[in-house]
């Protein structure tokens, strides 16, 4: 999305004490994996937990969910994303192929959680005309192009681009 920006910690923070459960799960997943949104609503309980092991150590995004559906992708599962995808579960029994994303009618939708991303950034005092489920992908490219000592190629990788000008534009000041 053209205008979203990368959210600070400090904005990471304060528009995730403002969402619910499960668009907190949703909020942090995105910051954590660097998931496209439709990637992210793909998911199902079963993506991320095991009734055996419970939270899994890495997500991994089947092909058929993913922008070019050429390959999947696998990210390792971040402490934050492992706690909330916990708090959104609870401790009661779990269906693996329920949507890990839903609301009483099925899988959630994105207009729903843009419009609660963006109801959480005005609570938080943020000015939220370039804040957007895309801020989450710009903010796992910004943090992880800094972790990876600026390599522009492990970034494509995680990112799951194809070419290095599609990541170039993440990481151009």
């Given amino acids: ?6 959210l600070s910690p400090e904005e990471i923070r304060a528009i995730a004490e403002r969402l619910n459960p499960r668009n907190r799960c949703l909020f942090i997943l995105g910051i954590r994996t660097g998931f496209r949104i439709s990637e992210l609503l793909s998911l199902n309980v079963g993506d991320v937990y095991d009734d055996k092991l419970g939270i899994r150590e890495a997500v991994y995004l089947r092909k ?8 999947g992708r696998v990210m390792a599962m971040h ?17 693996p192929l329920r949507p890990l994303f839903h609301t009483e009618h099925g899988r959630l939708e994105r207009t729903v959680y843009h419009k609660a991303l963006k109801k959480a950034a005005v609570a938080a005092g943020i000015d939220s005309s370039r804040v957007s489920s ?27 681009h194809k070419n290095l000008d599609s990541t170039a534009k993440y990481i151009q000041t």
């Fill in 64 to 71: 058929q969910n993913t922008k070019g559906k050429i390959e």
């Fill in 1 to 6: 999305m053209n205008g979203a920006r990368p």
């Fill in 79 to 95: 402490p934050h994303s492992r706690a909330s995808i916990t708090e959104m579960l609870g401790s009661g029994p779990v269906d």
């Fill in 134 to 160: 895309h801020s989450c992908r710009k903010t796992f490219a910004a943090s992880f192009f800094e972790a990876c000592g600026k390599d522009a190629f492990q970034l494509k990788e995680a990112m799951g």
